[in-house]
């Protein structure tokens, strides 16, 4: 490695780290990423629940530079893990999925392709996630983890921290997560999980 030459060596391989270096590399910058650790870090200060404080820091070029850089990384394409929206919209996608295709009253897809989507493609131990899963086509089903509730065709995602997006096409069942506070819950995060288990309830 001593004798390659980079126009950008990045020191960190976290979230701002990594892009960066993916910015710069877009820009046509020879570009390294150095982290002690696995590249993307696991446990990197962009993570948890420090992730956003850099942009309250008092500095405020560094600050700004923060909030710039956010824009970017919503900018980014990184698959299953830039998926940005509010609950209330992440509800409606999954309401439709739900509901056969409907949304405020027109059909935006079809029930055979949200069963196609939906079905099973692959299942057993995952190679990323520490679970035994089953996935359709970019949906985690609910079985076997039962993350969302009992429904037995229940589909949608969880992501790191405790938010999670559902679709529950038996009981025409949907709902959505997010929050301002991180846990180190991969799927299956408490909070949610309750508001499911009474939101099955009340059917």
């Known amino acids: ?14 979230v701002f780290g990594l892009g960066t270096a993916v910015e710069a590399a877009r820009r046509g910058r020879r570009t390294l990423v150095v ?3 696995a590249v993307p870090n696991p446990i990197a ?4 629940p420090s992730r956003k404080i850099r ?8 600050s700004r530079l ?53 079905r099973e493609r692959i299942a057993g131990p995952d190679l990323v996630l520490p679970f035994v899963m089953s996935w359709g086509a970019g949906f985690m089903r609910n079985a076997p983890v039962k993350a969302w509730g009992p429904g037995r065709l229940s589909f ?3 992501g790191w921290g405790g938010s999670c997006a559902f679709a529950d096409p038996e009981t025409r069942l949907a709902g959505a997560y997010v929050m301002n506070r991180q846990s180190s819950q991969l799927l299956g995060d408490a ?12 059917l």
């Open 1 to 14: 490695m001593t004798d390659q030459r980079f126009d950008l060596i990045v020191i960190g391989g976290g």
């Open 35 to 37: 982290d002690r650790r």
């Open 45 to 48: 200060a962009s993570y948890g």
């Open 55 to 62: 942009s309250t820091y008092l500095d405020p070029h560094y």
């Open 66 to 118: 923060a909030v710039e850089a956010m824009a970017e990384w919503r900018r980014i394409e990184i698959p299953s893990a830039n998926g940005h929206a509010t609950a209330l919209a992440l509800a409606r996608l999954m309401g439709a999925l739900a509901d056969g295709g409907m949304l405020d009253g027109r059909s935006v897809l079809s029930p055979a392709a949200i069963l196609e989507a939906s």
């Open 156 to 158: 949608g995602h969880s």
């Open 191 to 202: 909070r949610p999980k309750r508001l499911i288990e009474a939101a099955y309830a009340a």
